[in-house]
C-alpha cells in the first residue's frame, strides 16, 4: 500500500474518534448547535405525543435527523452528505435550512401535529436573517427533508406483517400476561435499513439451549432478581432496574442535546452526532426485530412459570414484559449502537454522558452520569435482567449487535470531508 495512502487513512481514523481535531473545525465553533437541540426536542415533542411504540420511534428520529444533518452539511460542509443535494446559495442560512428541515420531515410523518409546528417553525423564523439568506435556508431544508422521505417512501414501514406463534412448545414465545397481546411491530424486522445492506447482515447466534447450563444459569438468574416480590435484587439495583424502565430512544436524544449544550460543539458537529446515534440506532433495530422474528423465544414470565420442575407459576417480573420476543434484547441494540457512536466520537471512556429518568416517580426525574461507554453498557444489560424481562444472553447479544452496527454505520456514513 503507498505510504501515503496508509498514513490518510490512518489520519481519517483518528479525525472519525475526534471531530473537533481538525482546524477547520475549529474555525465552525461560532456556528452555533441551537437550531439543532431545538428542533430534536420539538421532534422529541411529536414523536413521544404519536403513541408509536418505543422501538418505532426510532425511525423517525432517525429520518429527522438525517434531514437536518443534510441541510446543515449541505452548507456548511465538514461532513460527507447521504444525499446529492443542489449546490447551495452561499448566503443560504444554514440556520434556516436545518428548521425547515426538521419541520417538514416531521409535518409529513406526523400531520395531526403540523399546527403546533407551523407555530414553532414562525416563531423560530422571527429570529433569524431575511432576504436571500431566508429563501436560499428554506430552499436547503425543504430539498434535504423531501430527499429522505422519497428514499424511505417504500422502505417497508407497517407491512401487513403478522408472526403466529404457533402450538405452545417449550421455548418458543407466546403472548405474555396481563394483557397477552400480539407482537408489537413485526414489520420493523423487514424495513430497509437505513446503512445496512439488510436486516440479516450481522447474524445473532441465537438463544442458549434449554437444555445447555447458560440457559440454566440466566433462567435462575433472572428468575431471582427479576421477581416483584421477594427478590434477591438491593434497593439499588431496584433503583437501577426503574431507572431503565422508559424509553431508551428519548432517553438518549435528551441526553445528546445536554452533551451538545456542554461541551459546545457547533452546528454541523451536533447533526452529525444526531444523525449518526439516532441511524444506528433504528437500523440495531431493525436487526434486533428480525432476529426477534426468525427466532422468537419465549420470556421469563412463561420460562419460570410453566417450565421445569421448579416452576413457580406465581411468579412475577417487576415491570410488565413487553409484547414481542425476547431474543436478542431491543433496549441493548439500543444502548449498544449509542455507546459505540459516542465512544467512536468522544473516546470510549470519556462519552460525558447525563441521562435523566422518570422510572422511578414521574414527578421527580433522576439525572445518572456516565463517563465510560463499558459502564453504562453494563448497567443497562444489569437492569433489564432485574426488571424481570431478560435473560442475559439476550442481552449481551444485543448491546454487540448495537455495537456492530454503529461501527458499520461510522464506517460507511457521517465521515468528515477530508476522508
Sequence with gaps: ??????????????????????????????????????????????????????????????????????????????????????????????????????????????PSARPALDADYQAWLEGQPGGVARQEGRRVGAEAAQAVITDRSDDGRDAPITLDPGPHAPGRWRPTPPARLPMSSPWLGFVDPLTLSSPRQFRLMGPDSLR?????????????????????????????????????????????????????????EAARLFAAVSTANADALIACWRAKFDDPFWRPITAIREAGPDADPSWTPLTDTPP?????????????????????????????????????????????????????DAETMNARIWLGIHFRRAMVDGNQLGHRVARWTLQHRFRPTWC
Excluded at 57 to 77: C, H, K, Q, R, W
Excluded at 235 to 257: G, K, M, N, Y
Aim: aromatic letters at 10%; one cysteine or more.
Design 324 to 376: 414481542y420476543p425476547e431474543y436478542a434484547s431491543g433496549h441493548a441494540c439500543v444502548s449498544g449502537s449509542t455507546t459505540e457512536v459516542l465512544g467512536r466520537l468522544l473516546g470510549h471512556r470519556s462519552i460525558d454522558l447525563n441521562v435523566s429518568s422518570t422510572g422511578s416517580d414521574p414527578s421527580a426525574p433522576v439525572t445518572r452520569h456516565y463517563d465510560s461507554a463499558r459502564a453504562l
Design 212 to 268: 445447555s447450563k447458560a440457559y440454566a444459569d440466566d433462567r435462575a438468574e433472572v428468575a431471582a432478581y427479576g421477581r416483584r416480590t421477594g427478590s434477591a435484587r438491593t434497593a439499588e439495583q431496584t433503583e437501577t432496574a426503574l431507572f431503565w424502565s422508559v424509553s431508551p430512544v428519548l432517553q438518549f436524544q435528551a441526553a445528546l442535546r445536554d452533551l451538545v449544550q456542554r461541551r459546545g460543539l457547533d452546528r454541523a
Design 1 to 110: 500500500m503507498n505510504r501515503w495512502r496508509f498514513f490518510a487513512i490512518g489520519l481519517c481514523a483518528v479525525l472519525i474518534m475526534d471531530p473537533a481535531a481538525p482546524a477547520a473545525a475549529a474555525e465552525r465553533r461560532h456556528r452555533s448547535a441551537e437550531v439543532i437541540t431545538t428542533w430534536n426536542a420539538i421532534a422529541a415533542r411529536t414523536i413521544s405525543a404519536s403513541g408509536l411504540p418505543v422501538q418505532v420511534t426510532s425511525l423517525y428520529f432517525a429520518f429527522v435527523n438525517l434531514a437536518t444533518y443534510e441541510a446543515v452539511v449541505t452548507i456548511d460542509g465538514g461532513y460527507q452528505p447521504n444525499y446529492a443535494l443542489p449546490r447551495p446559495d452561499p448566503r443560504a442560512s444554514a440556520e434556516v435550512a436545518a428548521a425547515t428541515a426538521a419541520h417538514d420531515t416531521l409535518a409529513h410523518y406526523f
